[in-house]
Every structure is written in C-alpha cells, then in structure tokens.
C-alpha cells in the first residue's frame, strides 16, 4: 500500500513538475526532488527512469548528487527568476500576492547565494 502511494505522489510530482518547466507559476524544481524521494523509496525502476531524464538533470542533478550548484547555473537560475518573478509581480492583481512573490524571490536569492555552496567550493574543501 505505501509502495503504491509512493509511486502515484511520485509520478503526480512528476507531472506538475513537468508543467513547471513551462510555467513560470509552478516551481519545478521542488517536484523533481518530491518525485526523487518518492521514487528511491518505492521503486528502482521508477528512480531509474527519473535519473534518465532530462528535467532531472536539468533542474537536480547538480544538488541532489553533489548537494552543491556550479556557479554559472546558479546565475542562469537567479536571471531567469528575476524576469519570471518580475513579470507575476507586475501582473499579481492583488498587492498581498506582490509582496509574497517579492519574499519568495528574496528567499531564492538568499538559498542561491548563500545556503547552497558552489560546486568549485566544495570541491576544494573535499
């Protein structure tokens, strides 16, 4: 019963990940890294066949196998965020909705820049 449950949050997160890669109001990555857990715990297959596509090395790879981004896809991230995040703040009809998106860019930045090392920096410290 939990195998089965697994797997169907697993693929669920998939999906909407998935959508995520097309629209900037679903986050991806989070989806990718629920279907991971999802996955490595109920089915090789499944986490197999996750760890082969090209969302999960786009977007997870980097920080699930070395828990560290290189730099340059930590900028791609941040400049793609920005002109996402601007747009939805520009266009949120609600000024709540503005200022949660103005915490949750803020919240990135911070997580990019400062919790989440460098590849090169751990590297080095290894």
């Not at 449950?5 to 999906?15: D, E, Q, R, T």
């Not at 991971?36 to 297959?45: I, L, Q, R, T, W």
């Not at 998106?101 to 090169?120: D, E, M, S, Y």
Request: net charge positive; with cysteine.
């Amino acid at each position: 019963m939990k195998r089965h449950f697994l797997i169907s949050v697993g693929i669920l997160s998939f999906l909407l990940g998935s959508a995520g890669a097309i629209l900037p109001v679903l986050p991806t990555t989070p989806f990718l890294l629920l279907s991971g857990y999802c996955f490595a715990h109920s089915s090789n297959k499944f986490n197999d066949w996750l760890k082969k596509t090209k969302l999960y090395h786009l977007y997870v790879s980097d920080y699930a196998e070395t828990k560290s981004i290189p730099k340059n896809k930590k900028w791609k991230i941040l400049v793609n965020s920005y002109i996402l995040m601007g747009i939805s703040i520009y266009f949120a009809p609600f000024q709540l909705v503005k200022v949660m998106l103005v915490f949750l860019t803020i919240g990135l930045t911070i997580a990019l820049v400062f919790v989440i090392p460098n590849r090169k920096d751990q590297l080095k410290n290894e």
